[in-house]
């Protein structure tokens, strides 16, 4: 496939990295915002600025208020996630280890999992009332399925003559579990991780805005529907990097095993 000539990089010239580009991007777009916005072009009213936002960060991260949000959220992130991987780990294995097992559930599974949270919210709300319970489990449901059913493919489609090979050599089930199968999945159950920290978050989030009374989502809410629109975006680069870091986390962690786990032909 030929290269098209202004992504070539010419012959001598510096070699840009993965990080400088991503920061080169970034400041490209907060460039262009900031220009719309004292060009006229957008309204600073409704739309903010990147000066207006940075200036409005101390008044909001010293607020004590915004403080105790921070900690709910983080309280019902923490509890709804950690509850999914174990469970979602656990569940994956034990279904993608069973054939039979696995056929019978995962066409529910699979329901569960494309049907969205927030048409379960009202639900959620009725069965567990208004408050950091109901968004704890909607962060939950929005980490489980995905790591549930990463972990249960990975498991289910480990290179069969590995498992034929152990097998011939009159390797018990758990041995063969813990020496291939395990083993074999758990990129597998870090990406399932990774995927499930930014489901996990924005089930957080979706839950304080609709069925809270507290939390960084609440926050935004209030911050919206009053017009305190640099506060607002305060909080929503707040929550977008707390997924960032926890997303650049786990991808090294998935880098670093994938880079472990031999290629299977």
Do not use: C, K
């Not at 607020?63 to 996630?81: K, Y």
């Not at 056929?103 to 999992?113: D, H, W």
Request: no cysteine.
């Amino acid at each position: 496939m030929a290269r098209l000539p202004w992504l070539s990089r010419a012959p001598g010239s510096p070699r840009l990295g993965q990080g400088t580009l991503s920061t080169l991007s970034v400041a490209a777009v907060l460039v262009v915002w900031e220009l719309a916005v004292s060009s006229g072009y957008m309204d600073p009213l409704i739309a903010s600025s990147p000066l207006l936002i940075a200036a409005a960060v101390p008044e909001v991260l010293g607020n004590q208020q915004f403080v105790n949000h921070i900690t709910t959220s983080g309280t019902e992130f923490l509890v709804g996630f950690s509850a999914a991987a174990i469970l979602g780990i656990l569940f994956g294995l034990v279904f993608g280890w069973y054939r039979r097992l696995r056929y019978a559930l995962e066409p529910a599974l699979t329901a569960a999992y494309v049907t969205p949270r927030l048409a379960l919210l009202p639900a959620i709300v009725l069965w567990f009332g208004f408050g950091v319970v109901s968004t704890t489990i909607v962060a939950f449901l929005g980490a489980f399925f995905i790591i549930l059913l990463t972990v249960m493919a990975a498991t289910a489609t480990v290179d069969a003559s590995l498992v034929r090979a152990a097998r011939s050599f009159s390797a018990s089930d758990g041995r063969i579990f813990r020496s291939i199968v395990l083993p074999a999945a758990v990129p597998s159950i870090i990406t399932g991780l990774r995927l499930g920290v930014g489901r996990a978050l924005s089930g957080v989030v979706v839950g304080e805005i609709f069925g809270a009374a507290a939390g960084v989502g609440y926050y935004i809410h209030i911050t919206a529907t009053t017009i305190q629109i640099n506060r607002m975006f305060v909080a929503v680069m707040f929550v977008a990097l707390a997924g960032l870091l926890s997303n650049i986390l786990f991808s090294r962690l998935e880098a670093r095993f994938a880079n472990w786990r031999p290629a299977l032909h």
